[in-house]
Nanobody, 124 residues
Framework: VQLQASGGGLVLAGGSLRLSCTAS????????MAWFRQSPGKEREFVAAKRWSGGNENVADAVKDRFTISRDSPKNTMYLQMNRMKPEDTAVYYCATGSPPWGSRQDASLYYYWGQGTLVTVSS
């Protein structure tokens, strides 16, 4: 399975971006797609996750009032809509797929496949 992330770029504080992540294939063994981000000098952090089935979804507390995760199953694509962006949202954003237990959805080590990352820069 290959993941292709896109949609990053430069945006002014308060603006919006939508990231996309398309999987080359899906298997029954892969239940979840997630977004993580990593800023320079910081550890990779969980942003959001959603079951492909459309059931459970979760957005990190730090961004839940501004970010939403959604999917288009026929297109094997997951989206991350980011609104009212802040300079601290600047990071490389990665999509990942796997089948972690839902209670462990924030554990990056449990995801099998990763996209190449897309850079998001929020300018003040």
């Amino acid at each position: 399975v290959q993941l292709q992330a896109s949609g990053g770029g430069l945006v002014l504080a308060g603006g919006s971006l939508r990231l996309s992540c398309t999987a080359s294939a899906r298997t029954l063994s892969i239940s979840t797609m997630a977004w993580f981000r990593q800023s320079p000098g910081k550890e990779r952090e969980f942003v959001a996750a959603k079951r492909w089935s459309g059931g459970n979804e979760n957005v990190a507390d730090a961004v839940k009032d501004r970010f939403t995760i959604s999917r288009d199953s026929p297109k094997n694509t997951m989206y991350l809509q980011m609104n009212r962006m802040k300079p601290e949202d600047t990071a490389v954003y990665y999509c990942a797929t796997g089948s972690p237990p839902w209670g462990s959805r924030q554990d990056a080590s449990l995801y099998y496949y990763w996209g190449q990352g897309t850079l998001v820069t929020v300018s003040s």
